[in-house]
Nanobody, 123 residues
């Protein structure tokens, strides 16, 4: 079992920045590939970014490429999402997730999920 807790969400103006954090506990954090997803009201949950155990594999959704950066500190059991040049369309609840396999990281087929943190970008 892995428990994931996100933090760092909030209200920010368009063009601003936020850094989300996701702290893992339970099983060995470094054994898992990790991802960020988001879900806006009335929309399906969508992939944002993902990284494998040792950061050898990193994926980004086209909509965030060049603006968001995913990173992880396995010593601190923490996953980060640095978000810059935020847009109103980035408004959503952001979730971190853990997956035992490093395949299919851009799908929602993850083993564990956090409870989410709200990000609101005003225009």
């Amino acid at each position: 079992q892995v428990q994931l807790v996100e933090s760092g969400g909030g209200l920010v103006q368009a063009g601003g920045s936020l850094r989300l954090s996701c702290v893992g506990s339970g099983r060995t954090f470094s054994d898992y590939a990790m991802g960020w997803f988001r879900q806006a009201p009335g929309k399906e949950r969508e992939f944002v970014a993902a990284t494998s155990w040792r950061r050898a594999i990193i994926y980004y959704a086209d909509s965030v490429k060049g603006r968001f950066t995913i990173s992880r500190d396995n010593a601190k059991n923490t996953l980060y999402l640095q978000m810059s040049r935020l847009k109103p369309e980035d408004t959503a609840v952001y979730y971190c997730a853990a997956r035992a396999s490093a395949t299919m990281l851009t799908t929602t087929n993850y083993d564990y999920w956090g409870q989410g943190t709200q990000v609101t970008v005003s225009s």
